[in-house]
């Protein structure tokens, strides 16, 4: 394998050989998403960044990589080891993408990128404002991953198969019904589902392609008349799979036999999702139909959990929390010596449970100074002992029916300083705040951060990551469209699931995250009938040895207690006698 310099240096040669001054590698595959396959993996490959977000741009000069506050500390160490610049997205100081091609490039400038990996709407936006206002071309028909990585990893070929509708609600049919009532609606023809999470949720299929995501590679085309066909590695399929698929009166092609069928169709209105649909597909697509680019209708419908899916969680989130437990117990015991360790230990508690089918993302488990590197994930051969101090603990996994994700922040060794108190006590405050706030039906994910950095603020505090994601149902554990943050504007109904984690981070000393998952819900009480609350999903106790009481008022308390005792109720029946006692220790009422 190529060095990075090695590397900067074969694209800087490709640039002069196409006469481009520039090369954006975006992260993505063809269906925009978050975490993609080896095969898609440009980013990382070049800039040696794997951190689930971020964009890297070489010219003749510079090499750039723009990624978010989850990643600065990570991406830190990288730059100053290889030498590109960091450039923070986010931050006021920092310009956009776009914004440096305009002010480092001119006139018949030309910028190349991967036109199967950039959503249209993206590409076609940048190359009207970069012609608009600096004459810059923008070509999207050069990938140069391809032209330079020899071994480039082929299209991922796993095992598909069926999730039971037990643990949907609903058949694969059921959904193809309801998408054509959408599809009548918008006066369209056909609907192509082109988001991974969503060709799994309304196939009731799941893969593996991607790893910690039961996804696999895949279209899925419906028509106004109900006819549906998927276009998917069909030698993947399972027996089980073509019987679902056949008893759903779903066709089943090659993955890349899409563009192919469509061309034999009658010019048509396709719909299509606005944010997933690559540039490459949409220009071959409207050669021939109408290609109308919206909200993915797959996307909404997975938000809201119907009443099948809400009891598959609460079964299943029970069940991760007795791994939890047990997980727990033997970090109290002091099993662990290393980070790793500590991350290969919640791995196995999991495996013994028979629901399990895989972690749902790379356990991040952070150590004193390491906890303040948000997404920091210890490997084999790259972690630290664990010392006194806190120890940020990340972790999720995939069951039948639920994905599950919690942070949890113990102080291991010696007694918590005043400051670690402090610290800890208003993360924990912040997590209240939203856990015990009633709200208005229809409120936005950016109304819910305001309530949970308030807590914060207070003290002139903050984080740089949001507050809260989306959670999927044996799906993605980031679910998007719907997020806790400043600028997320989705209303929010019941059924949804979202995390609430916030988080404090010194750099060179520790970080601090405490994390539930929860599930909106109508509030019980007659006087907020127009109102929701959270119901929480997590069952796993709190720490509470670095709680400061008198940073906390009465409600707060009382939150904590009665969450305890819900944690203590329904975890009990299925404890040991050792781990009863362990759980009892750690759900104990705190008073002032």
Known sequence: MNSYHENIKLIRQALLLHHLDAYIFFSGDPHASEYVADRYQARAFFSHFHGSAGTFVVTQTEELLWTDARYYLEAEALASNLGFTLMRDGLPQTPTILTYLMQTFGKKSRIGLDGSITPATTYNQWQAELERKSGITLLATLDLYEEIHHTRPTLPNQPIYPIDSKYTGKTAREKIQDIVSIIENEHCDYYLTVPLDSLAYLTN???????????????????????????????????????????????????????????????????????????????????????????????????????????????????????????????????????????????????????????????????????????????????????????????????????????RTPYLGNQPSLEEKRDYTLVLKAHIAMAKTPFPKFATGAQIDGIVRSALWQHGIDFGHGTGHGVGAMLSVHEEPFRINKMNTVPISAGMVVSNEPGIYHKDKYGIRIENIYIAQPHPSKELKHFLHWEPLTMAPIHTEAIDLTLLDDTDINWLNDYHQQVSDVLSPHLSSELLSFLKKMTTPITR
Not at 253 to 279: F, G, M, R, V, W
Not at 308 to 325: F, M, S
Not at 328 to 339: G, P, W
Not at 348 to 359: C, I, M, P, T, V
């Open 205 to 407: 299929l799941r893969g593996s392609d991607v790893t910690f995501n039961p996804f696999f590679y895949g279209y899925l085309l419906i028509s106004k008349t109900g006819e549906a066909t998927l276009f998917c590695a069909t030698s993947a399929l399972t027996q089980e799979a073509i019987e679902s698929l056949t008893s759903h009166h779903i066709a089943y092609l090659p993955y890349e036999d899409l563009l192919s069928y469509l061309l034999q169709q009658p010019s048509s209105k396709i719909y299509a999702s606005a944010l997933h649909t690559n540039t490459m597909l949409y220009d071959q697509i409207k050669q021939h139909h109408e290609i109308i680019l919206g909200k993915d209708f797959g996307q909404w419908m997975k938000l809201y959990k119907n009443h099948t899916e809400q009891t598959w969680l609460r079964t299943q989130y029970i069940q991760d929390g007795i791994a939890y437990i047990h997980f727990l117990k033997r970090l109290a015991d002091q099993e662990f010596t290393t980070e790793h360790q500590v991350a290969l230990a919640l791995t196995e508690e999991r495996q013994k449970l028979s629901d399990f089918r895989g972690e749902s993302f790379p356990s991040i488990v952070g150590n004193t100074d390491n906890g303040a590197i948000v997404h920091y994930r210890p490997t084999a051969e790259h972690h630290k002992r664990l010392e006194a101090g806190f120890t940020v603990i990340d972790s999720g996994a995939h069951y039948w029916g639920a994905t599950t994700d919690i942070t």
